[in-house]
């Protein structure tokens, strides 16, 4: 069992934060091509959102699964949810899963995994705007708007097309756009909610409640996927693990770290997304367009500029619902 201030140290210090996110970033940046292989791999008709759910809907009860089986076999009474939890929890999963993936999923189904890995980075300073401006838990400083403008700079950067236009789909970039959108609304709410849940509860029942969700929605309204063969299988369940460590951990983080703080590590994520879907996915040739590698300079420089200001938060108390 570790201790409480080695897991504080663990939890705050530089070096240790700049590992696990460079871990978090590779998983999650692997998920862009994984999951476009997967369309292809189950059959997954890309035009039809029953079909797209039903897929996003198995991969998450499996990681909602995969978290609370272990939990409540080792802490039954931090996983017992009352009336306020059980609120906490559909909030949480509403943002979290159900809202965040539903466009991302669809979005990504039209959106080459090079760019989706690069718009969906603005989750980063979205949350930090958020976090300062409307929960007011940070300040919003003068390098927070610059790096926020170089943000948003990158993004047009990528749309760019000649003829002084801009090549922008509502329903492809657009809904990646989306879906950064709840995500950082997920990522402010999670400190709050989790004080009163815990982290593991939170995170396990809100992935398993999304997933239900989409799983009816995709049976009801016709969806269709072929979940043949031991490839098929092992897709989604990799997938799931990403979902399962990927953002229990980063809601350990967010205990000890301000928003701000987490969100800056993530400057990795658009690198690996972008090299990742351009190895698996076979798009060195949108990676290697000139406003590609300028929108992807820009993203990664305005990350580093929001990491000049590092801020520790003790983690306040969370209660009996926390998972140790």
């Given at each position: ?6 897991r ?12 696990i996110?460079?871990?978090?970033c ?6 862009y091509?994984?999951v ?13 959102t029953?079909?797209?759910?039903l897929f996003?809907?198995?991969?998450y009860?499996?990681?909602?699964l ?5 939990g409540?076999?080792?802490s039954?009474k931090?996983f017992?949810i009352d009336?306020?939890k059980q ?5 949480n999963?509403v943002?979290?899963?159900?809202g965040q993936?539903y466009?991302?999923?669809i979005?990504l189904a ?16 979205i949350?930090v705007?958020?976090a ?6 940070e ?6 708007l610059?790096?926020s403008?170089m943000?948003?700079?990158s993004?047009?950067a ?5 003829g002084?236009?801009f090549s922008?789909?509502l ?9 950064s959108?709840?995500?950082?609304m ?5 400190r709050p909610l989790?004080?009163?849940t815990?982290?593991?509860?939170l ?12 799983t009816a ?8 996927i ?8 092992a ?6 693990l990403?979902?399962?460590v990927?953002?229990?951990v ?9 928003v701000?703080?987490?969100s ?7 690198l690996f ?6 190895v698996f996915?076979d798009?060195?040739?949108v990676l290697l367009?000139?406003?590609?590698l ?5 993203m990664?420089?305005?990350?580093l500029?929001?990491g000049?200001e590092?801020?520790v938060?003790?983690p ?9």
């Amino acid at each position: 069992m570790i201790g409480k201030e080695t897991r504080e140290r663990v939890l705050t210090g530089r070096l240790s934060v700049f590992i696990i996110m460079l871990f978090l970033c590779f998983m999650w940046g692997s998920a862009y091509p994984i999951v476009k292989i997967g369309y292809d791999v189950l059959s997954v008709d890309k035009t039809h959102t029953p079909s797209i759910m039903l897929f996003a809907g198995i991969r998450y009860v499996i990681t909602g699964l995969m978290l609370l089986i272990p939990g409540i076999i080792r802490s039954p009474k931090s996983f017992a949810i009352d009336m306020t939890k059980q609120g906490c929890i559909l909030i949480n999963a509403v943002f979290q899963v159900i809202g965040q993936y539903y466009f991302y999923y669809i979005g990504l189904a039209r959106t080459p995994g090079t760019r989706a890995a690069i718009v969906n980075s603005t989750t980063v300073f979205i949350a930090v705007f958020l976090a300062a401006l409307v929960f007011r838990t940070e300040k919003y400083t003068f390098l927070k708007l610059v790096s926020s403008i170089m943000a948003v700079a990158s993004v047009f950067a990528l749309n760019y097309v000649r003829g002084f236009g801009f090549s922008f789909s509502l329903r492809a970039e657009g809904f990646i756009l989306a879906s950064s959108f709840l995500s950082a609304m997920a990522t402010c709410l999670q400190r709050p909610l989790a004080k009163k849940t815990g982290v593991m509860p939170l995170c396990s029942y809100s992935f398993l409640l999304g997933g239900l969700f989409f799983t009816a929605y995709g049976f009801f309204f016709g969806g269709k996927i072929e979940m043949e063969g031991l490839g098929a299988w092992a897709l989604v369940i990799c997938l799931s693990l990403i979902s399962a460590v990927g953002f229990s951990v980063q809601a350990l983080l967010l205990e000890y770290n301000d928003v701000s703080i987490v969100s800056v590590y993530r400057m990795m994520l658009p690198l690996f997304g972008v090299v990742l879907s351009a190895v698996f996915l076979d798009e060195f040739g949108v990676l290697l367009r000139w406003n590609t590698l300028v929108s992807l300079a820009l993203m990664v420089s305005a990350m580093l500029l929001l990491g000049t200001e590092r801020r520790v938060r003790k983690p306040e108390s969370i209660g009996a619902g926390q998972a140790q």
